[in-house]
């Protein structure tokens, strides 16, 4: 079955800190997608980056990283310079037959 | 360019009664996906709809059922409605299926309350 496992349900961080999120994910696939979203209390899922799998070079929006190791199937994501708008659940993803399989979740609190 | 557009924004509803959720998606995606979201299960993938056909469907009761207009506008419907029925209803839409994906674009979502 695939998965997606995010083990900290909860980070903090002080504003213009670096925090990193953690993720794993299964798949029997050799060629796929994977997402990190972005949940603020408006509810909107927002995208905040993609990866696709066969490109080995890690994908970066701005403040926004991966590192993306696909033999240990993990998807990790960082952000540089956190800001207070970052505040938010965060979910990693994964694309698989044209439907996400999402993570549980990882709920950051940025702290002035 | 408007994103994904869903209404209503909340609902409450009774045991027993049907609802109808409505999605419009950016203009120019074909492809609609549901997926409903609750505090204990997460996230979970209900169906999805390319050109007016179901492409895929998660693993939720026939009480849950979707169609596709040819505008590319999405409904869902849940009849029977159940207390566990309660949750946020997210609508995504993204630009092609089964080729290179630039992501899903979402909703707000619809807050459905099953009293």
């Known amino acids: 079955a695939q998965t997606v496992t995010q083990s900290q349900p909860e980070m903090s961080v002080q504003e213009a800190e670096t925090v990193t999120l953690s993720c794993t994910y299964d798949?029997?696939?050799?060629?796929?997608?994977l997402f990190w979203y972005k949940q603020p209390p408006s509810r909107q899922m927002i995208l905040v980056i993609r990866?696709?799998?066969?490109?080995?070079q890690n994908a970066t929006e701005n403040r926004f990283s991966v590192n993306f190791q696909k033999a240990a199937k993990s998807f990790s994501l960082k952000i540089s310079d956190s800001q207070l708008g970052d505040t938010a659940m965060y979910f990693c993803?994964?694309?698989?037959?044209?439907?996400?399989?999402f993570g549980t979740g990882t709920r950051l609190q940025v702290f002035p | 360019k408007a994103g994904v557009t869903q209404t209503p924004r909340y609902l409450i509803k009774t045991r027993g009664q049907q609802v109808t959720l409505s999605c419009s998606p950016i203009?120019?995606?074909?492809?609609v996906s549901w997926y409903q979201q609750t505090p204990g299960q997460g996230l979970q993938f209900l169906f999805e709809?390319?050109?007016?056909?179901?492409?895929n469907k998660g693993n939720f009761p026939g009480r849950f059922s979707g169609r596709q207009f040819s505008n590319s506008r999405s409904e869902m419907n849940v009849s029977t409605l159940e207390l566990g029925d309660s949750a946020l209803y997210l609508c995504?839409?993204?630009?092609?299926?089964?080729?290179?994906?630039?992501?899903?674009?979402f909703g707000s979502g619809t807050r459905l309350t099953v009293v």
């Open positions: 995504a839409s993204s630009l092609e299926t089964g080729r290179a994906n630039y992501g899903y674009t």
């Open positions: 798949t029997s696939e050799s060629n796929y997608y």
């Open positions: 990866q696709e799998a066969y490109k080995q």
């Open positions: 993803a994964h694309r698989n037959t044209d439907k996400l399989i």
């Open positions: 203009s120019g995606h074909r492809s």
């Open positions: 709809y390319f050109s007016e056909t179901q492409r």
